[in-house]
């Protein structure tokens, strides 16, 4: 007899913290639109024989998230969509935010044109909180009058005074593999008046991206830093966690949580191992691995401290990937926690007690939220 449906009911039952997400769309779309939403790597629209329904998440999104819209589930994709195009993106949000079970969403507000902490806290009826992405800072910084660095430590010391988390998608914008040590101030001088000079829109200088990081250790806070997975911006081969090292073994006690980490699970979970500060986030890929989120989940669960293993969907855009990371994240973990205990290699409290951990109680003491 297998415990995977009593494990499936306990986890089933635990609210969530997901300590990293975005907002859903605030404006109507079409299905181009939804469809280059159920893809994470491609920054053009989808060729015209291609369809984001054949995905591992497109089949996700049919299976879980078309009950929800009171439709049988796998519903065709024609059928998805016009049931879908019935209701705003606000409506929608309403419907699939709620059934995710969050109780905390940790939110990164460095995308435009998103819902933002207070809209997502009014439709899901729990808490939402701001992480702050330091790039964002950088541009308030570069476009206010007077001394950058002055101007960016002021903008991230009143931003963060009220959020739980700072985070840099460095991965963007270079990658890790190189000087990641904190520059001297001339060195910010000469390279914020050369950003200025060039317009200052999307932050790539290496000194300025240096500086915003180590400013954030100054501050104390987590610091979140996307690894893997990514638009092809991101060059995947220069995001290995590996190539941090060198800066993690400077940056002192400051928390750094390595979001998302897919293909490099393995080695963030080594780093979680080794580094008393590091930890290791499991989301966006449950979402986009779909029916074999389980095998990605299972493979963070073997090195990395279960203490130190963090849940989040990574959810931006379409309100059914805030669901969806909760409803595969569920089903995964009682996936690869019930193969343990029907091997009698765990108890099933055991196994429930690391599925809170890693579903909400790592969160709540990491980002010192209530109990």
């Known amino acids: ?22 907002g859903f769309w605030l404006s109507g779309t079409d299905r181009s639109r939804f469809e280059n939403g159920l893809n994470e790597a491609n920054t ?39 049931r879908r ?3 705003t993106e606000t409506e929608l949000a309403r419907i699939f935010l709620p059934a995710a079970d969050v109780g905390d969403w940790l939110v990164d507000t460095g995308t435009p044109d998103v819902a933002g902490p207070a809209e997502i806290a009014e439709v899901s009826g729990s808490a939402a909180r701001e992480v702050v992405r330091l790039e964002q800072v950088a541009e308030q910084a570069a476009a206010a009058p007077g001394d950058y660095a002055d101007n960016f430590r002021e903008i991230l010391w009143r931003r963060a005074a009220s959020a739980v988390a700072t985070k840099t998608v460095l991965a963007y914008r270079g990658g890790f593999e190189g000087d990641l040590s904190a520059p001297a101030r001339r060195e910010v001088d000469i390279a914020a008046q050369r950003w200025r000079d060039d317009g200052a829109t999307r932050l790539t200088d290496r000194v300025l991206l240096r500086f915003g990081i180590h ?75 779909g029916a074999r989120a389980a095998a990605f989940i299972g493979r963070c669960l073997e090195l990395a401290p279960f203490r130190k293993i963090l849940y989040s969907s990574d959810a931006f855009g379409p309100a059914e990937l805030h669901y969806l990371g909760s409803r595969l994240w569920r089903d995964g973990i009682a996936e690869v926690l019930s193969s343990f205990v029907d091997r009698s290699q765990w108890s099933v409290a055991d196994a429930v007690r690391v599925a809170r951990l890693i579903g909400r109680d790592n969160a709540s003491r990491l980002y010192q939220l209530r109990a």
């Open 44 to 82: 053009e629209s989808l060729a015209d024989f291609d369809s984001g329904f054949d995905t591992q998440l497109g089949f996700a999104v049919r299976a879980h998230c078309a009950p929800l819209l009171g439709l049988p589930a796998h519903a065709a994709p024609q059928a998805y969509w016009e």
């Open 1 to 22: 007899m297998t415990a995977r449906p009593v494990l499936a009911e306990q986890i089933g039952a635990i609210t969530l913290i997901d300590n990293h997400v975005h």
């Open 215 to 289: 400013q954030a250790l100054r501050f104390g806070k987590p610091l979140q830093v996307h690894v893997g997975l990514g638009d092809r911006d991101c060059d995947l081969h220069r995001t290995n966690p590996m190539f941090l090292l060198d800066f993690l073994r400077e940056s002192g006690d400051t928390p750094v949580v390595l979001l998302h980490c897919y293909p490099f699970e393995r080695e963030a979970g080594y780093l979680a191992q080794a580094f008393n500060h590091v930890h290791l986030d499991i989301g966006l890929s449950v979402n986009h691995l």
């Open 85 to 87: 195009s019935t209701l």
